[in-house]
């Protein structure tokens, strides 16, 4: 074999090596990524938002605020495209094709409800949103304060008065919040408040504690390495979910839909 020859054939390996070494991780990662389950109990908002339904029918632009705090905002995730109100417009668009969604994000780390609500005009009212989705309650529980149902109240009564459709977001399901002994307490006042002021309940705190005890997922999974906020893969599957349950009570009777949505991609249990 001449020189050329062996140094071809040892360029030729080289680059299958090469190859294989860039593809595994890519294929593991594939492999290793848990599928994004859901109870069906979690698409059950309990209160349709009527007015985004109307505006679906209408094929008018959609606007959403999410405002709550870190786990709103992102914190965890790789990047800021990766965050639930990022990843939740996505998927709306995606379902929703060719009609206009926006969903901007407002959470801001370390914020409890009074401090949400004292920038709702601002941050909320004034952008004029179609659905407010208000997640809320983490930080008061890892701060062993009581569960602020009075002002959560007030606060929802606020952004209905708006002509908004409203859904609360409840805690995540993370080692550093069920420690907390008034965890469930929290949970139970964000569910009776929402049922009491006829909003819409995402139930993070189950869907998150699904992963764990029926799924079996650790919660490296699909936390990030502070066991509190979440990462790209949960905040990805917390916004199927949640676009999911939106669209489950905004579906189109098919005569007048404009552009029908799909069934989104969440294996529901």
Known sequence: MSNATTLRAAGIAMSLLLATVAFAPLSALAQDTPACNAPTETLNLEHTPELLRQRIIQGKPIKIVAIGSSSTFGSGASSSMMSYPSRLEAELKAQLRGLPVTVLNKGIGGEEAKQMVERFQHDVLDEAPDLVIWQVGSNSVLRDHPAPGEVIRQGVEQLKASGADVILMNPQYAPKIIAKPDIDQAVDVITATARDAEVGLFNRFMLMR???????????????????????????????????????????????????????SVEHR
């Open 210 to 264: 699904a992963w764990v005890e029926t799924d079996k997922l650790a919660f490296e999974t699909f936390l990030s390495p502070d066991m509190l906020h979440l990462n790209d893969w949960s905040y990805g599957c917390i916004a199927k979910t949640l676009a999911a349950a939106i669209l489950e009570g905004t579906s189109l009777p098919a005569a007048t839909a404009i552009a029908p949505p799909r069934p989104p």
